[in-house]
T-cell receptor, first 114, second 109 residues
Framework: DGGITQSPKYLFRKEGQNVTLSCEQN?????MYWYRQDPGQGLRLIYY???????QKGDIAEGYSVSREKKESFPLTVTSAQKNPTAFYLC?????????????FGQGTRLTVV | KNEVEQSPQNLTAQEGEFITINCSYS?????LHWLQQHPGGGIVSLFM?????KKHGRLIATINIQEKHSSLHITASHPRDSAVYIC???????????WGAGTKLIIKP
């Protein structure tokens, strides 16, 4: 079945360590996105990519990095420069082009930094 | 003013009640999504709509493109429906997603 997979669902890291969250899709979608959610708040865009080897900063990119070496994969690295990394992270992908677009969503990764 | 507004922000109801959650938006969209998030859990996609109405079990989603408004209905609500329900729209011009703040629903037995 086609879909989008985020792993792991829960992740614990020590303060000061970089951590990479995985996002893989087998939907042949061009665009992929990373969002962050803080308790009681809506989702905010961190980074997005509309084509392989290209990506753009979203509203809250500071302290994060991404890569898009393959169409299927869009990993997000939470660096030690991110001041408040504990949050829920959601990956999404969507089609581009004419007609009705469709978006699919991962289940999310809940990151806790201790 | 946010481009996607959900109402109510919080909703508490008794088991069995008919629930309506609303989403209004101000941008041109290609699709609208309803998602569910349980406390401490992940996100589950419920519906994607570009027109009309969709039904899945006790859940019904409608969209009025002219009025830029969508509703999510839950019939015969149950405590396991307690969750945050999130509306997200895909912008027609670049397919990016704009998210509502969510509606926290509590169904009491």
């Amino acid at each position: 079945d086609g879909g989008i997979t985020q792993s792991p669902k829960y992740l614990f890291r020590k303060e000061g360590q970089n951590v990479t969250l995985s996002c893989e899709q087998n939907l042949n979608h061009d665009a992929m996105y990373w969002y962050r959610q803080d308790p009681g708040q809506g989702l905010r865009l961190i980074y997005y990519s509309q084509i392989v080897n290209d990506f753009q900063k979203g509203d809250i990119a500071e302290g994060y990095s991404v890569s898009r070496e393959k169409k299927e994969s869009f990993p997000l690295t939470v660096t030690s420069a991110q001041k408040n990394p504990t949050a829920f992270y959601l990956c999404a992908s969507s089609t581009k082009g004419q007609g009705a677009a469709e978006a699919f969503f991962g289940q999310g990764t809940r990151l806790t930094v201790v | 003013k946010n481009e996607v507004e959900q109402s109510p922000q919080n909703l508490t109801a008794q088991e069995g009640e008919f629930i309506t959650i609303n989403c209004s938006y101000s941008v041109g969209i290609s699709a609208l999504h309803w998602l569910q998030q349980h406390p401490g859990g992940g996100i589950v996609s419920l519906f994607m709509l570009s027109s009309g109405k969709k039904k899945h079990g006790r859940l019904i989603a409608t969209i009025n493109i002219q009025e830029k408004h969508s509703s999510l209905h839950i019939t015969a609500s149950h405590p396991r429906d307690s969750a945050v329900y999130i509306c997200a729209v895909q912008i027609r011009s670049n397919y990016q997603l704009i998210w509502g703040a969510g509606t926290k629903l509590i169904i009491k037995p």
